[in-house]
């Protein structure tokens, strides 16, 4: 072990161990309630899509730049799952082939690990690409119900049964397709009956139903 803790501090593999510490102490701060999960998460879209539109009004020479770049972030997942979980996928490998590498090679000096650290970091992101897959889906699968759920917000629904704000009941929402059937509840007060209007304002996501409001438009 402590061979293992003099290889990690060591200056080949000084670059690697200061990720992964960054990256433990991440997941640390989040289990103890001081960070959230999407700390330093970004959307994508929205940040490849600001920096075109900047591009374009400076005369849009960047603008190719910036989609190939986009296309690489695609192509690793970055984006599709949050940016931390991902550099963990990445950081732990990295840091497992530096040590094993530097090592095997007998490399001492901070230059000599550099150089190992550059074709170590891009098997890395291939590794974390192939690591991070099954999450890629399940994301996807909860932006999805996110969409679907805040789809029925600000919606007019008829009642189908009793609704209080003690009973959960259940409305309609017409659409061009088949009626969605929601799970509702009222606000403090409020009672609403079977054939009632009423106005979708809010997804209660712990409680997963949706809070109503009698409506007369």
């Known amino acids: 072990m ?53 591009n374009a009004d400076a005369g849009g020479e960047g603008d190719v730049s910036i989609s190939w770049l986009n296309s ?19 950081a732990l490998p990295l840091w497992v082939i530096s040590v094993m590498t530097n090592h095997y090679l007998g490399i001492e000096s901070f230059l000599g690990g550099l150089l190992v650290f550059v ?15 099954p999450f890629v889906k399940l994301f996807q699968h909860m932006e999805k119900e996110d969409g679907e ?9 008829v009642v189908s049964t009793l609704i209080t704000d003690k009973k959960i009941g259940q409305a309609q929402v017409t659409t061009s397709g088949s009626p969605i059937l929601l799970n509702v509840v009222t606000g403090s007060g409020h009672q609403l009956k079977s054939g009632d209007t009423a106005l979708v304002i809010e997804f209660l996501k712990e409680r997963n139903l949706y809070l109503v409001e009698p409506y007369s438009g």
Do not use: H, Q, R
């Not at 161990?17 to 991440?26: I, N, S």
């Not at 759920?149 to 629904?157: D, F, Q, R, Y």
């Open 119 to 133: 074709p170590v970091f891009f098997v890395s992101l291939f590794i974390a690409k192939f690591l991070t897959f």
């Open 72 to 90: 690489i972030l695609v192509f690793f997942n970055i984006g599709k799952v949050p940016f931390m979980l991902f550099l963990s996928t990445l």
């Open 149 to 157: 759920s805040n789809s029925a917000v600000g919606k007019i629904c």
């Open 2 to 54: 402590t061979e293992l803790f003099n290889a990690a501090i060591s200056l080949p593999n000084i670059i690697p161990t200061a990720l992964l510490g960054l990256v433990l102490l991440y997941w640390i701060t989040v289990v103890l309630g001081a960070l959230d999960f999407d700390f330093l998460d970004f959307d994508m879209d929205t940040e490849i899509e600001g920096e075109l539109e900047v």
